[in-house]
């Protein structure tokens, strides 16, 4: 395992701390609930929940924590200690995991996908017809880019960042993106209501429109999403950002479309 947190730690504010690495954790360690929760599956996947957990406590690490486990909960989205967000992706030959005090942000997501086309299909599952015509566009001008992965992506840190903020689920298509391909930044538009902000952390709905940061390094694409208490995440950093403001609204994925295409993390 060749430690390097890049390319997640470019996509993320500097305050945000990192732990990334290509090939194989062979020191992972399980804790004993964390075998239990995965003593039914899969050789490969126990790896990949072990390796990237042993990501996960590496950062944690960066942030004072010592050394924990890091269950799913009934949701399967991690839980992650008190004061603490934080968001974990693997793919194929890459996991990461980022954390942050909850004091600076209110969520963060992130994913990784190998820099490859998706699989025949996919695309008209997750992209409304208006992307689809974008990412056509994108593609004629900027070929050596796999918009549709990069969409993929970027859709699953939408997910990952509110789904523990909001507790319910929407399909690919509820959040409409679009990039700007000179920032290596992507814009999202909300399409649904979310729950009343009293239900929402410091009562504070969210904006339905913001932003993410995405690159593509040594064949990987890497997308985040932050969402910060109020303004920017941090003042000329390189992460997204989204603001608590009085307009509710919510964006995430449906565990239809979800299970069937996202390398799970957690």
């Known amino acids: 395992m060749t430690w390097d947190d890049g ?6 504010p500097a305050f945000v701390a990192v732990a990334g690495a290509f090939g194989e954790a062979a020191g992972a360690v399980l804790f004993p609930e964390e075998r239990a929760y995965v003593a039914g599956v899969a050789a490969s996947r126990r790896r990949e929940f072990g390796e990237v957990r042993h990501c996960a406590r590496r950062a944690l690490g960066a942030l004072g924590i010592r ?35 909850r004091t600076r942000l209110l969520s963060l997501g992130i994913d990784a996908e190998p820099h490859a086309p998706l699989p025949a299909g996919v695309l008209d599952l997750v ?32 997910f990952k960042a509110w789904f523990p903020l909001m507790g319910t689920w929407l399909d690919f298509t509820d ?8 920032d ?21 709905a969210i904006t339905p429109c913001f932003t993410g940061s995405w690159r593509i390094t040594r064949g990987i694409v890497a997308t985040s999403v932050t969402v910060s208490h109020s303004g920017p995440a941090a003042e000329g950093s390189h992460g997204s950002e989204l603001s608590a403001q009085p ?20």
Do not use: I
Request: with cysteine; net charge positive.
């Open 175 to 182: 959040a409409r993106l679009r990039f700007r391909p000179r």
């Open 184 to 204: 290596a930044a992507f814009d999202v538009r909300v399409r649904v209501p979310a729950p009343p902000a009293s239900q929402l952390p410091g009562q504070s």
């Open 7 to 12: 390319p997640v730690r470019d996509v993320l």
């Open 247 to 266: 307009v509710p609204t919510s964006a995430y994925c449906t565990p239809a479309a979800s299970s069937r295409l996202r390398n799970l993390s957690r």
């Open 127 to 158: 992209a409304d017809p208006v992307e689809r015509a974008a990412l056509a566009r994108l593609a004629r001008t900027r070929p050596r880019v796999h918009w549709d992965t990069l969409l993929f992506s970027a859709k699953e840190s939408v």
């Open 67 to 101: 050394p924990l486990p890091l269950v799913p909960g009934a949701d399967r989205a991690p839980r992650w200690p008190g004061g603490v967000v934080g968001s974990m992706t693997h793919c194929h030959g890459y996991r990461a995991a980022a954390v942050a005090s």
